[in-house]
């Protein structure tokens, strides 16, 4: 019994072993490669227009997404007085590419310490 099922452990993880392999398209992983560096870049200039805003200079930033049409969520700690308030918001993408430039960023919903922020367009 333990040797039949010994034997059909082995043949299933032989099978998935097979299908892992196949899968692994060279054209599907470059693309791949190519997809995970722009993100890297548009994280890189939504990070950089985050921290150099200037009105709400955010520190100890995280960022999630993209959720889709050039949104990302972020959070991170905005200075308020001699503390720091958490931070939480979304940003959006405003070029089509070269989204490594912070001037390709702006904030679209902001909330400091649980309250929301009205954005001015000038701040943005």
Wanted: aromatic share 8%; charged share 20%.
């Amino acid at each position: 019994m333990r040797i039949a099922f010994s034997l059909l452990l082995l043949c299933m993880i032989g099978v998935a072993g097979y299908f892992w392999l196949a899968a692994r398209d060279p054209e599907a992983q470059r693309l791949a490669a190519v997809q995970r560096e722009e993100l890297l870049r548009a994280r890189a200039g939504l990070r950089t227009m985050l921290a150099e805003h200037p009105v709400y200079r955010v520190a100890d930033i995280v960022i999630t997404g993209p959720l889709g049409n050039g949104i990302y969520d972020f959070r991170g700690l905005v200075a308020q007085g001699a503390s720091q308030a958490p931070a939480f918001g979304q940003a959006v993408s405003t070029c089509d590419s070269g989204l490594e430039r912070p001037a390709c960023w702006t904030i679209r919903h902001l909330e400091i310490d649980g309250t929301q922020v009205r954005l001015d367009e000038a701040f943005t």
